[in-house]
């Protein structure tokens, strides 16, 4: 048997090297469009257990030691790098933006079809505020804390509209493409509300906000939307396909409300997110608001007090249900006895 050349071994060597390097560079990548989705990101907060990100365990400590580690371990993995999974966002409802965005949609897919699937839907725009991670039993205080919010953005706007010009068009990373807000007095208020939603929201104990400083943008299309482009060589947006769009006017969007939505729930039949709740912080296009939103509220704060008097109920039924607990077939008995004697009578 003959065993094969060096040259035939260093050949061999170095194609299980490229395999492995261009399998590094797409688990690299993949992370990077993971990271950069929006509104769906990776939360850094502060490490309350002051450990390293790769903690050193030495292998002949005690058994106390051990379990103290543990214990930390547990609660670096509650605080840091938790995955969000709700937001607070401001609807983009201008058709005129909306109608832009579409052009600029349709203008990149002409270059290239593939990316078509790529791109968000119309009904979903928005500008994110605050990212957060709320469990199922804590979005009811997620509610709370929403409406608690409402007299702070009254505050920071002292009765005056708040309205969001967008022009331009940029990536995070050629990943991810949004239209830009710009700049002009509007900023300093926007970045007040996201700060007072932040601190409201962490003062109820709901882990929010972004350890990266806030960048309002509306995000049209994302890569990571489409995993299998990448195994079909795109890897990134190409800026030929938006360079039209670099200084281009989409319009402005006058704020009148704020959701607290989920990423994870289904979305609603014209593509924006699941809505908890939302407040209302401006009359919309100067007047009253429409009935479809006002419905719309209502229902959802009638769901939300029939949701508390079901859990109220279940928590009540429970109790009086607990084995050795005799009160209820007691009282039955006596309602019975009350009628018969009725009845004799």
């Known amino acids: 048997m003959e065993r094969p050349g060096a040259e035939e071994v260093n050949s061999n060597e170095c194609e299980n090297m490229s395999r492995k390097k261009e399998k590094s560079e797409e688990c690299e990548a993949n992370t ?5 989705e929006m509104p769906f990101a990776t939360i850094d907060t502060k490490d309350d257990c002051g450990l390293t990100d790769v903690p050193q365990i030495n292998l002949e400590r005690s058994e106390e030691n051990e379990w103290i580690s543990k214990d930390q ?6 605080h840091k790098g938790y995955q969000a999974n709700y937001f607070l966002s401001i609807p ?7 109608g832009r965005i579409k052009i600029l949609q349709n203008a990149i897919i002409q270059e290239d079809k593939r990316l078509a699937k790529a791109m968000s839907s119309v009904g979903s ?17 997620g509610i709370d804390a929403l409406l608690e919010l409402k007299p702070f953005v009254e505050e920071i706007l002292q009765g005056k509209h708040l309205t969001l010009p ?5 990536t995070f990373g050629n990943h991810v493409g949004f239209v830009k807000l710009a700049e002009g007095d509007h900023m300093n208020p926007l970045l007040e509300i996201a700060e007072a939603a932040k601190r409201t929201f962490q003062a109820k104990g709901i882990l929010a906000g972004e350890s990266r400083s806030f960048k309002p943008h509306l995000t049209f299309m994302k890569l990571s939307k489409v995993p299998w482009l990448r195994k079909m060589g ?10 039209k769009f670099i200084s281009h006017r989409f319009g402005e969007e006058m704020v009148h409300r704020i959701d607290l939505c989920s990423m994870l729930k289904k979305k609603q039949s014209n593509g924006y997110y699941h809505c908890e709740s939302s407040i209302v912080i401006g009359d919309k296009n100067g007047g ?6 006002l419905v719309k509220l209502s229902k959802r704060l009638v769901e939300n007090a029939v949701l508390k008097a079901v859990q109220q109920y279940l928590e009540e039924t429970q109790n ?9 077939v007691k009282t039955e008995e006596a309602d019975r006895n009350g009628t018969d004697s009725d009845n004799r009578k």
């Open 32 to 36: 990077m469009d993971s990271l950069l």
């Open 288 to 293: 009253e608001p429409d009935d479809a939103e």
């Open 234 to 243: 795109v890897k990134k947006i190409d800026p030929k396909f938006y360079e």
């Open 125 to 141: 725009f928005h500008i994110t505020l605050l990212v957060m991670l709320l469990h199922e039993d804590e979005v009811n205080i």
């Open 92 to 98: 983009i409802t201008n058709k005129e933006i909306t």
């Open 166 to 170: 967008f022009q331009g068009v940029d």
């Open 320 to 328: 009086k249900n607990k084995p050795g607990d005799g009160s209820s």
């Open 73 to 78: 371990m547990k609660k670096k993995k509650k």
